[in-house]
Every structure is written in structure tokens, then in C-alpha cells.
């Protein structure tokens, strides 16, 4: 990260840093970054190396980088990185850390000490995970993640509708059945993994997708092999890594190469109703869409109602919005009005939410 001539601090976008992710997110200007992916140590304490029963050896994590002294030097570790990867995220940002039962309980309280709020646990579960080979627990067949806000008022971004989409139009639920990183996703180097805990691209591709938009800044504290800058680069953000590992920001470095972003028109995505502009009612009379005295019937043409120039509507003796005046004529305690009148044209009913969508794109013209 470099400093500019006023000595603020410039952000360097599409950069992984060599060196440690406290001291480094220290250097990068606050409020700068949009969406933290954290994929961190998970102390997993093992004392012994692990054998499959024919006694081959479990290529897992034994690595410096994963151990520490004891559960207070963890917990410290875990409130540091966490404060400072809050001090450079921006007030509408979001979190997303990862963990398994070894640390990610600690994780959780160390959020909701340090004020994040959260939003939900998703749980990842593994398509194909590996074995329990000394078969005296259950298969650890999932991995946690949590999903954290700045604080219990924050907008933060959530594709919705991106997310309902990428579901067969059904919504996202918190659970996540997806393969671990196998095959020709996984780096292998001299025969073996170039890194252990190496997280698949699906995943991240959800993550950046549902909760960050073309452009934004995603930080990862702990980029190991670069699994979040390939899903970043390809979905049209930017993105900041930090890594200690030399070798393993020069792989991240060499994989990043091949990655393209996708094209602009692929990058669009399904926008929620509550993201499109505003548009009340009185604004088609406005705009000439629709004239005061025009009828307004419901789709069986059982009640009409008259448009007024204040627009409201007049109907069974009451008048009062679109929204009122249809729950009114159902005996109901709320209507989407949008949805529920309709006007005459070209021989047929036709509901006046064509009208607000034809009133949007005039507005934007």
C-alpha cells in the first residue's frame, strides 16, 4: 500500500501483499473496502500426524501458520485481525468468516464483542468430504461461515433476487451442498497440494455474488492460494489479499493470470423490487401515462374504480391509495395495488404495474 503525497493512504486495488494481515490492514485507508472474505488460521491442534488404516500418511494441516500456543494467544489473534479488518471497511460493509468446530465458536463470540452483527451462519456442506479414517467421531462432512454486518442498522448489500436466481427461483437457504476443491481446480506442486485448506471456487463465487456489486473492493486477510481474487477478478470486483506465505501468494499470483472477468452483460443480475426507483402512482398521471377520470378495474372486473388528480382512487364510496382502496374492496387488511388494478387497453385489462415499469424507464431517460 503506498502513500500519497498528502500522506493518506492509497488503496492499491488487485494487489496481494506479502506479509502479516494485521500489520498490512493497518496500512490500508479506512473505510475503504466493501466486502471481507477471512479465511483464517483454524487452530486445529493436532498433536500427531494423521494415518489412513494402510497407514499412508493425511497430507493435512501441520503447517506454523496454524498453530498456536494456546486458546488466549488464538483469541487475541482472532480480536486483532477482526478490529482492524473493521476499521477499513466501509459502514454498509459485510464479513464473512469461515471456520470448523476448532475455532470458528471463538470467532463467532469475537464478533459479537467487537459489535459486528450477525447476519446468518451458513452452513457449507461437503458433497464429498473426507473421511473420519480413525472412526471414532462423525464424518466432519461441513464447514461453518458467518455472515457479519458493521452493526444491527447497517445496509449492507444482499443480492436476493441473484441468489433466489441462482436457486431455480427459490430462496437461498443456509445450507450449502458443494464439492470440496478437488480434481483440476486443486494447485498441486511436485505431486502435492500447494495448499492445504485450498477453498473451492463455487463457494466464494456465492459469497461475492450475493453479497457485493461490479466494482466493489474484496478484501482477503488470508489469501492462501487466491481462491477469493479469481472469484473477485472473474465477477467484476476488485480485490486486496493479504499473504505471510511467499510461495503461496506466488501461486495465487501465477493462477490469477488466467482468470478473465466476465463481460459487462453477464455481470447483470436480478434486481429486487425494493432496488428499482420509486415510483408512486400519482407520478403516471404526471407523466401522462394515465388520465385522472381513467377506470381502474380488479383482474375480474368485479369493482371499478376512478383515478382522482391528487392520485388517489374513488370506489364503493371510499377513496383513499391503490393499496388502501384494494384492500377495501377485498375486505382484506392489505393489498398490493400495483398488482391487483388494472386498465383498459387495446381491448383488454392490463395491470397498471406495466404502467410503473413504463414510468421507470422514462424517469431514467
Not at 148 to 171: I, P
Request: aromatic content about 8%; proline content about 5%.
Amino acid at each position: 500500500m503506498g502513500v500519497g503525497d498528502t500522506g493518506e493512504l492509497r488503496l492499491r486495488r488487485n494487489k496481494i501483499i506479502v506479509g502479516d494481515c494485521i500489520e498490512e490492514l493497518a496500512r490500508l485507508p479506512e473505510g475503504s473496502v466493501d466486502l471481507v472474505f477471512a479465511d483464517p488460521p483454524y487452530n486445529l491442534q493436532l498433536a500427531n500426524t494423521l494415518l489412513r488404516p494402510n497407514n499412508s500418511r493425511v497430507d493435512g494441516v501441520d503447517d506454523d501458520w496454524d498453530k498456536f500456543s494456546s486458546f488466549g494467544a488464538y483469541d487475541a489473534f482472532t480480536r486483532d485481525w477482526l478490529t482492524a479488518c473493521r476499521r477499513v471497511l466501509k459502514p454498509n460493509g459485510s464479513l464473512w468468516v469461515i471456520g470448523s468446530y476448532h475455532n470458528i465458536f471463538r470467532v463467532g463470540t469475537a464478533l459479537q464483542d467487537l459489535d459486528y452483527w450477525v447476519l446468518n451462519d451458513v452452513i457449507w456442506r461437503k458433497a464429498n468430504p473426507m473421511p473420519n479414517f480413525r472412526g471414532r467421531r462423525f464424518t466432519n462432512a461441513h464447514e461453518t461461515m458467518i455472515w457479519a454486518s458493521t452493526g444491527q442498522k447497517a445496509r449492507y448489500t444482499f443480492n436476493y433476487e441473484s441468489m433466489k436466481a441462482l436457486n431455480e427461483d427459490l430462496q437461498m437457504r443456509s445450507d450449502w451442498l458443494l464439492p470440496i476443491c478437488s480434481g483440476g481446480e486443486r494447485l498441486k506442486q511436485d505431486g502435492r497440494k500447494t495448499h492445504p485448506t485450498q477453498k473451492p471456487e463455487a463457494l466464494l463465487h456465492r459469497v461475492i455474488l450475493a453479497s457485493s456489486h461490479p466494482g466493489d473492493v474484496v478484501l482477503d486477510p488470508f489469501m492462501g492460494s487466491g481462491t477469493t481474487a479469481v472469484a473477485a477478478k472473474r465477477l467484476g470486483r476488485t480485490f486486496v489479499g493479504i499473504e505471510r506465505e511467499e510461495a503461496y501468494a506466488n501461486a495465487a499470483r501465477t493462477r490469477l493470470k488466467g482468470v478473465k472477468p466476465l463481460d459487462a452483460a453477464a455481470l447483470q443480475v436480478s434486481k429486487s423490487k425494493r432496488a428499482e426507483t420509486r415510483v408512486p402512482f400519482g407520478t403516471l398521471l404526471e407523466l401522462g401515462l394515465l388520465a385522472p377520470g381513467a377506470a381502474l378495474y380488479d383482474p375480474a372486473a368485479r369493482h371499478e374504480a376512478k383515478v382522482r388528480a391528487d392520485g388517489s382512487i374513488a370506489c364503493d364510496g371510499a377513496q383513499g391509495s391503490i393499496h388502501k382502496i384494494g384492500a377495501h374492496v377485498q375486505g382484506a387488511m392489505a393489498c398490493n395495488g400495483w398488482t391487483f388494478w388494472h386498465y383498459q387497453a387495446d381491448g383488454a385489462l392490463k395491470p397498471i404495474d406495466d404502467l410503473r415499469t413504463a414510468a421507470r424507464a422514462k424517469l431514467a431517460s
